[in-house]
């Protein structure tokens, strides 16, 4: 199955209430890949990132990534109308108390729908329901609307830090399920990671 970039006409009245959300497994890995590296585009071309200077960056995802990352443990979700796979979301898990939000991806003609607020939720629900204190992004510092959008969901702003092998400066953002928030901004060698 492909993945439209674009869809064109009608879509405006798909909505979250429409759609559902599922677990995946190997076999979307090729979907999944593509969904995020057609979602990463922008973001990727937004900030000069390439196959050379981000290797790692999601807009360079494989399906192979995706097999080795359930195949670790992360889990990934798909929002889908019909068969057709719209975005994603993966959950990995740090420890019994952090949680990593990762691969957060909406197609470019699929957004403003409420669909990534629909995973954002999704995530952290499957996050509760397994115990963890707190679900912790990395972010581009410079990604502002992101930023803002993530606080909107209740996100708190923790740190932000630059690391060798990143062009770009990472704000490190967290959502409390549990109980304690101060624990929130990571310490060195502590829970770090891009999405
Ligand atoms: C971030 C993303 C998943 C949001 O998906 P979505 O389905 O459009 O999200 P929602 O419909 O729930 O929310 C859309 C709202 O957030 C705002 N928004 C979120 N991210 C934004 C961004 N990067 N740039 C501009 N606006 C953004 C939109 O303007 C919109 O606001 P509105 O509702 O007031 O119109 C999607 O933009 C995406 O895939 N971006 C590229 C990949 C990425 O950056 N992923 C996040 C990695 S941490």
């Known amino acids: 199955m492909t ?42 071309e937004r900030f000069g990132l390439t196959r050379e200077n981000v290797p790692r960056h999601p807009s360079n995802c494989t399906a ?19 068969n ?17 939000l990762e691969r957060l991806a909406v197609l470019p003609g699929h957004r403003g729908h409420g669909f990534g607020k629909a995973l954002v939720e999704h995530a952290l629900s499957e996050a509760r329901h397994l115990g963890v ?5 990395g ?5 502002t609307e992101l930023k803002d959008w993530y606080k909107k969901l209740g996100f708190f702003e923790g740190e932000s830090k630059e ?6 400066g990472i704000t490190f953002m967290s959502y409390a ?15 770090c990671r891009l999405y």
Request: with cysteine.
């Open 163 to 168: 690391f060798p092998h990143f062009p770009f």
């Open 3 to 44: 993945v439209p970039d674009l869809v064109i006409g009608g879509n405006r009245q798909q909505t979250a209430m429409s759609s559902k959300i599922r677990v995946c497994t190997n076999q979307d890995s090729q979907v999944l890949a593509e969904t995020i590296r057609k979602s990463f585009q922008d973001v990727a």
């Open 84 to 100: 057709q796979i719209m975005g994603c979301v993966a959950l990995e898990w740090a420890n019994t108390e952090v949680g990593y």
């Open 139 to 143: 972010i581009i510092a410079e990604h």
């Open 133 to 137: 204190d707190y679900v912790s992004i």
């Open 64 to 82: 192979d990534w995706i097999r080795k990352d359930m195949a670790r443990g992360v889990v990934y979700f798909a929002i889908e109308n019909g």
């Open 177 to 191: 399920v549990g109980k304690t928030l101060q624990r929130c901004a990571p310490q060195d060698g502590g829970p």
